[in-house]
């Protein structure tokens, strides 16, 4: 019973002290942030552009938008891929993770303000 408890308890302990894969937690955010991205793109963006052109124009420029990030999400994300499996366990990588959640992040709610602001900086000088 003893060696059990004792198992159970070193188990419980390596449970909490496992290091995450960095490889995986960005990976993680850029999926939930390109999610967030399109969202915010679909609903504050295109209320912008739609008022500057009743046409498919709108619409064709959502899926530019969308597409665009796609490929600088991609480099963000490379050098993690690049990662072997022991790297992507080291806590040396907090600080880049910190930085590059914080790019994602930034990107993904502040982009489609920032478009938003400019579709209606140019209709205000158009109209």
Known sequence: MARSVSRHDADHDNA????????RRISDNLAYGLLTYTGLQI???M???KEVSNSMLPYLALVVLVGAIIPAARMLERHWDRLDD??????V???RFRRDRM???????GLPFLLAGLARGF???GG
């Open 16 to 23: 909490h002290h496992v290091a995450k894969d960095w490889r």
């Open 43 to 45: 609903f504050v963006t």
């Open 47 to 49: 209320k912008q552009l």
């Open 86 to 91: 022991v790297e992507a366990l080291d806590p």
């Open 93 to 95: 990588h907090a600080c």
């Open 103 to 109: 790019i994602i992040w930034l990107s993904a709610i």
């Open 123 to 125: 209709a205000m000088m």
